[in-house]
């Protein structure tokens, strides 16, 4: 099953292991797009389903699940809870997701100067100080609170990054996702710091992995930064950051 097949792209490259079937589940209309390659192509193990994969069924369990339900933040494509659901109903004992595995990482960070994004409080324009809006500090909105910018507006990381998060869709349930945590770190260069770079790796196996980290090749074209007030440390400092 390849779950949100959108332009059907994975199911193509599965459809290169010679499967008896592939389901191909999308709810949205661009799998008219993905029916017209796959013809285009003389692919015809395929079978496009257009509907949301919560009611996908079929009178056959699958052997895999492949899947790219993944948001720059990771889960903001409701990746757990449909793999989940999916998973549950329709993958066989003992098969298989791919990709299943993640591990989730923070790291302080500097941007480029250019690419600092101060908050309102912390503005001075042209001697027009903003500092009166100070109490907004407790009330951070999650858009407000989160920058997303490309990898080559990184400047530096300031410690090493830390693993905050593992785990692994063919066996966790939606209740083993951690959601608070306590991290420190130490602090390797003098810099100032910008927020907490949020990137996760994909595992595939003990050979192949894909990284979102934006010091490493290019795979993600948004790169979240948690942001923080402007902070400057020194070499040694250790920092805590509970969220």
Not at 31 to 53: G, L
Not at 75 to 85: L, P, R, S, V
Not at 170 to 175: A, C, L, N, V
């Amino acid at each position: 099953i390849d779950l949100g097949t959108g332009t059907g792209i994975l199911s193509f490259f599965a459809s290169k292991n010679s499967p008896k079937k592939i389901y191909a589940v999308e709810h949205g209309a661009i799998i008219e797009s993905a029916k017209k390659i796959a013809a285009h192509n003389n692919i015809s193990c395929i079978e496009f389903v257009n509907t949301n994969s919560k009611d996908f069924t079929s009178d056959e369990k699958a052997d895999i699940i492949i899947h790219e339900q993944i948001g720059a933040l990771l889960f903001d494509e409701n990746m757990n809870e449909n793999i989940i659901d999916l998973r549950d109903r329709m993958l066989k004992k003992g098969g298989k997701i791919l990709p299943g595995k993640f591990e989730v990482f923070l790291v302080p960070v500097k941007l480029k100067k250019n690419y600092t994004v101060p908050f309102i409080w912390e503005q001075e324009i042209h001697g027009i100080k903003y500092d009166c809006f100070d109490e907004l500090k407790s009330d951070i909105s999650a858009g407000y609170g989160i920058l997303y910018t490309r990898p080559e507006n990184i400047d530096c990381f300031l410690s090493e990054p830390e693993k905050i998060l593992f785990f692994d869709m063919e066996t966790m349930s939606d209740k083993d996702i951690q959601r608070q945590f306590s991290i420190k770190s130490k602090i390797t260069k003098d810099s100032e710091c910008n927020g907490l770079c949020f990137f996760f790796d994909i595992i595939f196996d003990s050979e192949n992995k894909l990284s979102t980290n934006p010091l490493t090749s290019s795979t993600h074209w948004n790169i979240p930064i948690l942001r923080t007030e402007s902070m400057h440390f020194k070499t040694g400092d250790e920092i805590k950051y509970i969220f």
